[in-house]
């Protein structure tokens, strides 16, 4: 009699779980592996990120997502279960129970390997109104969809956006592009809380120039309903908001309901914690990746909770490649994003100031006004750079961009310092790229180095 072959069981059908599955089925046989994954949504293996570009119609196809379909999957021999969602997960049995959403039927599989990604989840705080129809979370594809059919039902055009982190700027755009009157209620002092508040201003003014109404230091406490009861308006000490639509930017938590019920082990921000090959820690045939995981920061050298799915597909790569017997790691993040306002650029990278502050770093700060390209050249654009540096040693800390064209993917450079341990001295002799139509001759990055170099010099000097 043959020998029955190993099973594993994916919890989750996006970026994180189907490039496992995909990396482990290229490793492995159908008859040595054995791949089931399961999927609550409607849809697998999509571009969240993409979301608030298809809400504004600058996307025009929901499918232009999707990067690969059910059936196609199917067809490299992994058995994906859609609209099936994991319940229970039972460390002991090895096994977990799942349920039919169109059915209710309920079974238990077990499994010989097991890679948990179940993403991350909106932040819904416990208000008034919050589960209100007209209230939408947008995280998911089917939350996208969820949302486009309540902009195409409603005739109202105001829309309010509570929270101003990526989801709730890009949604914001996506919402004037959409013909709506914005405004974005922001507990936080400036937009982008990812940014520190100096550099987050520059993107207030951008959206105040786009026509969106913002309201910052603002606490919501209810979202007000109507006679129908669908959302109507979002509420605040000191003022109230008409909306037609309400959308949730709060941001996302890991969605970790099963791991935590199941013992695994969390961090402090609840996602779980794995070791260098994403295998959860304690557990020889468990990974988890993606949004709900806690990877290392390289700059601070704490655990931390970042939702990107650049992370999530090379976490899957990574997983793949152990279950399917080979190897690899996941050394760990220096916190890199982009995103935009219009044709307004924003990005980062490493420690804000706070960041720093909090893991008990010292550092010098400097801001530069620069140009995206030479300035005599049509088209230069201006560029704010930020940059933090350890006192003493110099050490490259942290970046932030805000600028127009050609502004954002520059923060390329300075992750590429960071994860090699640079000093701002040593970035100075970057050998970059140069040309009038793409950079002056000294590079934006470089301006805001050699100005930290002389900072760390005069902070070091006897006074």
Request: charged share 25%.
């Given at each position: 009699?043959?020998?029955?072959?190993?099973?594993?069981?994916?919890?989750?059908?996006?970026?994180?779980?189907?490039?496992?599955?995909?990396?482990?089925?290229?490793?492995?046989?159908p008859d040595e592996l054995e791949i089931v994954a399961f999927e609550r949504g409607?849809?697998?293996?999509?571009?969240?990120?993409?979301?608030?570009?298809?809400?504004?119609?600058?996307?025009?196809?929901?499918?232009?997502?999707?990067?690969?379909?059910?059936?196609?999957?199917?067809?490299?021999?992994?058995?994906?279960?859609?609209?099936?969602?994991?319940?229970?997960?039972?460390?002991?049995?090895?096994?977990?129970?799942?349920?039919?959403?169109?059915?209710?039927?309920?079974?238990?599989?077990?499994?010989?390997?097991?890679?948990?990604?179940?993403?991350?989840?909106?932040?819904?705080?416990?208000?008034?109104?919050?589960?209100?129809?007209?209230?939408?979370?947008?995280?998911?594809?089917?939350?996208?969809?969820?949302?486009?059919?309540?902009?195409?039902?409603?005739?109202?055009?105001?829309?309010?956006?509570?929270?101003?982190?990526?989801?709730?700027?890009?949604?914001?755009?996506?919402?004037?592009?959409?013909?709506?009157?914005?405004?974005?209620?922001?507990?936080?002092?400036e937009p982008m809380s990812t940014l520190d508040p100096d550099m987050g201003c520059?993107?207030?003014?951008?959206?105040?120039?786009?026509?969106?109404?913002?309201?910052?230091?603002?606490?919501?406490?209810?979202?007000?309903?109507?006679?129908?009861?669908?959302?109507?308006?979002?509420?605040?000490?000191?003022?109230?908001?008409?909306?037609?639509?309400?959308?949730?930017?709060?941001?996302?938590?890991?969605?970790?309901?099963?791991?935590?019920?199941?013992?695994?082990?969390?961090?402090?921000?609840?996602?779980?914690?794995?070791?260098?090959?994403?295998?959860?820690?304690?557990?020889?045939?468990?990974?988890?990746?993606?949004?709900?995981?806690?990877?290392?920061?390289?700059?601070?050298?704490?655990?931390?909770?970042?939702?990107?799915?650049?992370?999530?597909?090379?976490?899957?790569?990574?997983?793949?490649?152990?279950?399917?017997?080979?190897?690899?790691?996941?050394?760990?993040?220096?916190?890199?994003?982009?995103?935009?306002?219009?044709?307004?650029?924003?990005?980062?990278?490493?420690?804000?100031?706070?960041?720093?502050?909090?893991?008990?770093?010292?550092?010098?700060?400097?801001?530069?006004?620069?140009?995206?390209?030479?300035?005599?050249?049509?088209?230069?654009?201006?560029?704010?750079?930020?940059?933090?540096?350890?006192?003493?040693?110099?050490?490259?800390?942290?970046?932030?961009?805000?600028?127009r064209e050609g502004a954002a993917k520059r923060v390329d450079i300075a992750a590429?310092?960071?994860?090699?341990?640079?000093?701002?001295?040593?970035?100075?002799?970057?050998?970059?790229?140069?040309?009038?139509?793409?950079?002056?001759?000294?590079?934006?990055?470089?301006?805001?180095?050699?100005?930290?170099?002389?900072?760390?010099?005069?902070?070091?000097?006897?006074?």
């Amino acid at each position: 009699m043959a020998e029955r072959p190993e099973r594993l069981v994916v919890i989750g059908g996006d970026a994180t779980g189907m490039s496992a599955a995909s990396q482990a089925r290229r490793l492995r046989k159908p008859d040595e592996l054995e791949i089931v994954a399961f999927e609550r949504g409607n849809f697998t293996s999509y571009s969240a990120c993409g979301i608030p570009y298809w809400v504004g119609g600058v996307v025009e196809e929901r499918d232009a997502l999707v990067a690969r379909t059910a059936e196609q999957h199917r067809e490299r021999d992994i058995d994906l279960r859609m609209r099936t969602e994991v319940t229970e997960l039972d460390v002991d049995k090895r096994r977990v129970r799942s349920r039919d959403l169109d059915t209710g039927a309920e079974e238990w599989t077990a499994y010989d390997k097991l890679v948990i990604a179940t993403g991350a989840t909106p932040l819904r705080p416990p208000l008034p109104g919050i589960d209100a129809p007209g209230v939408h979370g947008v995280q998911t594809l089917d939350d996208g969809q969820a949302l486009l059919d309540t902009l195409s039902r409603t005739e109202g055009r105001r829309a309010v956006v509570v929270g101003a982190g990526y989801i709730g700027v890009e949604m914001a755009e996506a919402l004037i592009q959409r013909g709506y009157e914005v405004t974005v209620v922001n507990r936080g002092s400036e937009p982008m809380s990812t940014l520190d508040p100096d550099m987050g201003c520059l993107v207030h003014d951008a959206m105040t120039g786009l026509g969106i109404e913002m309201v910052n230091g603002a606490e919501v406490t209810e979202i007000r309903t109507g006679d129908d009861g669908r959302a109507c308006a979002v509420v605040t000490p000191e003022q109230e908001f008409p909306a037609d639509v309400v959308v949730l930017g709060l941001g996302v938590r890991p969605e970790t309901t099963l791991a935590e019920a199941a013992g695994l082990p969390l961090g402090a921000s609840g996602g779980i914690l794995t070791d260098l090959a994403m295998r959860v820690r304690g557990y020889e045939d468990i990974w988890a990746g993606g949004d709900c995981v806690e990877v290392l920061d390289l700059v601070s050298g704490r655990d931390r909770h970042i939702a990107l799915g650049t992370h999530a597909n090379k976490h899957g790569q990574v997983i793949g490649s152990g279950v399917g017997g080979g190897y690899a790691t996941f050394p760990g993040v220096v916190g890199t994003a982009v995103s935009k306002v219009c044709d307004l650029e924003i990005a980062r990278t490493g420690l804000r100031e706070k960041d720093a502050r909090a893991v008990g770093l010292q550092y010098v700060a400097v801001t530069i006004e620069s140009t995206s390209r030479v300035g005599y050249f049509p088209n230069a654009a201006p560029m704010t750079v930020k940059m933090l540096a350890e006192r003493l040693s110099g050490r490259l800390l942290g970046v932030q961009i805000v600028g127009r064209e050609g502004a954002a993917k520059r923060v390329d450079i300075a992750a590429v310092a960071l994860t090699a341990k640079m000093t701002v001295e040593q970035m100075t002799a970057l050998d970059l790229g140069y040309a009038p139509p793409f950079s002056p001759v000294w590079d934006p990055v470089l301006v805001a180095a050699r100005k930290a170099v002389q900072a760390v010099r005069a902070d070091a000097a006897p006074q």
